[in-house]
């Protein structure tokens, strides 16, 4: 008898290279490197969604890009005459933070539908369900780069273009990413468990719109420079923000966003392996 259990557990104790794990645990693990394997299937996915989203339209995705040009034009031309910063430099500042707020508010809020959306797709057919949570990640990065070409093209012409961003920009992307999985997987999940949360997410959204410094610029002391601090995604937009328009490492910034990102991917896995199987039955 021991002997057999010894046999089941040994057998257990390792799928894929993963370690030992309860059954709960591996089983996500597994889900989420399976998921990550298909990346053809949910990147064909996401672009297949976009065009969707644009068909039957002139411009077609380019709208993405005149679209954000657009708001950032009308919000330079509003809040830069508010600003005691001069132009040249607000311009981009605002330009790449609301780029980054953007990036990280589509991870919350659409995360928010992830498992909604694609309940079709859940209900039929066989995949990892972190297949649509890879999905959104290609979808929001997808919209990034048509964003960025407008973000780029004021910090170039105002001359606050670094190009020492280029040397780390892969590692910010790759934590953008990390947390876009993570933030969409905890919302995903309990946004089809509970519906009303997503309406409260939406509207705690605006409101850390106008807590970030995006329109305005923190002072070095005083209240609101508490309330940026203390804001993490402020730290985000910083750790790509600061660098490309100033040639600086914001180190607090990036210290900030690497605890937040272990302490959220311990979460949202712990999430993700509790709940996954009752995904199915939430929607």
Avoid at 71 to 81: E, P, Q, R, S, T
Avoid at 83 to 101: E, R
Avoid at 142 to 156: G, K, T
């Amino acid at each position: 008898m021991s002997q057999a259990n010894h046999t089941r557990h040994a057998s257990s104790s390792s799928v894929g290279g993963i370690a030992v794990l309860p059954s709960v645990y591996k089983t996500a693990a597994v889900d989420l490197i399976e998921g990550a394997r298909s990346w053809r299937i949910w990147t064909v996915m996401a672009w297949h969604g976009l065009r969707q989203r644009y068909r039957r339209s002139w411009l077609g995705l380019a709208w993405i890009t005149l679209s954000f040009a657009l708001l950032i034009g009308v919000k330079m031309f509003i809040f830069g005459a508010l600003s005691t910063k001069d132009i040249s430099f607000f311009a981009p500042y605002l330009a790449t933070g609301y780029l980054v707020f953007r990036l990280v508010s589509n991870f919350i809020i659409q995360g928010a539908f992830v498992f909604i959306a694609a309940q079709s797709w859940i209900k039929a057919e066989p995949l990892p369900l972190s297949v649509h949570l890879y999905k959104l990640l290609a979808s929001t990065f997808i919209q990034f780069a048509y964003m960025a070409i407008p973000a780029l093209i004021v910090c170039i012409y105002t001359n606050h273009f670094h190009a020492m961003v280029l040397l780390y920009l892969p590692l910010i992307l790759l934590v953008y990413a990390i947390n876009g999985v993570w933030v969409s997987a905890i919302m995903g999940v309990l946004c089809a468990r509970h519906r009303d949360i997503r309406y409260f997410v939406a509207n705690i959204m605006m409101v850390l719109y106008f807590m970030t410094p995006i329109l305005w610029v923190p002072p070095a002391t005083g209240m609101r420079a508490v309330v940026a601090n203390m804001n993490p995604l402020t730290h985000y937009v910083e750790v790509l923000r600061t660098p490309l328009i100033s040639g600086t490492i914001p180190w607090n910034s990036m210290a900030v966003v690497g605890v937040c990102t272990l302490f959220g991917l311990v979460t949202s896995f712990l999430v993700f392996a509790r709940t996954r199987k009752n995904v199915i039955f939430w929607l």
